[in-house]
């Protein structure tokens, strides 16, 4: 099993372009997540999904959309990045919906730059 | 939002014992306790959870107060590659998980 892949690694990205952050789980994960993660910060949740066409908004979720056609993949998109979006980029999958009873494995992450 | 408080920082000396406090006062009784850690450059990695009962894996010991307000993470011997930032996260009924901002473990040699 590859576990949680995201891709690519590092971006940079101008102000006002968009671009699609890859997460694809090989486990039949039913629920996935994004996250966040600032300078000397925790993660902070961006969008998430208990299964294939269902999505949910978390705390960040402004200037990001997700979809979810399938249960392995879960891409997040940013419509038109902002300097403010510059950060590394989490995606996480698990078996069970919270209260979580079952780990939740996370991707490398994605370290976005918007210049 | 269901809330944590951890130490900022703690040291440890290599081949020591570590034990990791946190706080969870609010915690509702179907709250799972889960901890992860990162390592430098990398996503969060599972260490442990637990509801009640102490709990043993090969990472670590995860010890849970009787009243379930605290607990604590136990790494029975560091080694250098465990330092790193460990969050302490209770999973509730229909919520997804909130990281704070962890400890940040050092390891001397």
């Known amino acids: 099993n590859a576990g949680v892949t995201q891709t690519p690694k590092f971006q940079v990205l101008k102000t006002g372009q968009s671009m699609t952050l890859q997460c694809a789980q090989d486990?039949?994960?039913?629920?996935m997540s994004w996250y966040r993660q600032d300078p000397g910060m925790g993660l902070r949740l961006i969008h998430y999904?208990?299964?294939?066409?269902?999505?949910d908004q978390g705390e960040v979720p402004n200037g990001y959309n997700v979809s979810r056609s399938t249960t392995e993949d879960f891409p997040l998109r940013l419509l038109s990045a902002a300097p403010s979006q510059t950060s590394v980029y989490f995606c996480?999958?698990?078996?069970?919906?919270?209260?979580?009873?079952?780990?939740?494995?996370f991707g490398q992450g994605t370290r976005l730059t918007v210049v | 939002d269901a809330k944590t408080t951890q130490p900022n920082s703690m040291e440890s000396n290599e081949e020591e014992p570590v034990h990791l406090p946190c706080n969870h006062s609010?915690?509702?009784?179907?709250?799972?306790i889960h901890w992860y850690r990162q390592l430098p450059s990398q996503g969060p990695e599972y260490v442990i959870h637990?509801?009640?009962s102490n709990v043993n894996n090969r990472m670590a010991s995860l010890a849970i107060a009787e009243d379930r307000k605290s607990s604590t993470l136990i790494l029975h011997r560091a080694t250098l590659r465990d330092a790193a930032v460990y969050y302490c996260?209770?999973?509730?009924?229909?919520?997804?998980?909130?990281f704070g901002p962890g400890t940040r473990l050092s390891v001397l040699p």
């Open positions: 996480a999958s698990s078996y069970g919906r919270p209260p979580m009873n079952t780990e939740a494995f």
């Open positions: 486990m039949n994960h039913e629920y």
């Open positions: 999904s208990v299964g294939a066409g269902i999505t």
């Open positions: 609010t915690i509702s009784g179907t709250d799972y």
């Open positions: 637990g509801l009640t």
């Open positions: 996260i209770l999973s509730p009924y229909g919520q997804n998980f909130v």
